[in-house]
Nanobody, 124 residues
Framework: QVQLEESGGGLVRAGGSLRLSCEVS????????MGWFREAPGKEREFVAA????????SYANSVKGRFTISKDNAKGTVWLQMDTLKPEDTAVYYC?????????????????WGQGTEVTVSS
């Protein structure tokens, strides 16, 4: 059973940076495409970023494009989300997710495995 564990969340001021990590265990990460989602209070879970089996192709939500970077190291079994120029509207619980299709996907329903989430708070 694939297990995902996020870390790296915290409190940061607007304009600052954070790097979230997602450790993958119980599966073959080179056969998992990965994504990051977020859920703000009172809102639905939304897509943030995704990458493919190899990590060679990425996809981003328009709201984070140019500020966030997803990366994947199959040898280390880890996926990261580098978040720069953070804004108060980025405040949310961030979730790591995985699925077995080789391509990037944006829908919550496309993902089979989920972590427990890590909280990010951006103060103004």
């Amino acid at each position: 059973q694939v297990q995902l564990e996020e870390s790296g969340g915290g409190l940061v001021r607007a304009g600052g940076s954070l790097r979230l990590s997602c450790e993958v265990s119980g599966g073959v990460i080179s056969r998992l495409a990965m994504g990051w989602f977020r859920e703000a209070p009172g809102k639905e879970r939304e897509f943030v970023a995704a990458t493919t089996w190899s990590g060679g192709s990425t996809s981003y939500a328009n709201s984070v494009k140019g500020r966030f970077t997803i990366s994947k190291d199959n040898a280390k079994g880890t996926v990261w989300l580098q978040m720069d120029t953070l804004k108060p509207e980025d405040t949310a619980v961030y979730y790591c997710a995985a699925h077995n299709d080789p391509h990037t996907k944006r829908a919550v329903s496309d993902y089979d495995y989920w972590g427990q989430g890590t909280e990010v708070t951006v103060s103004s």
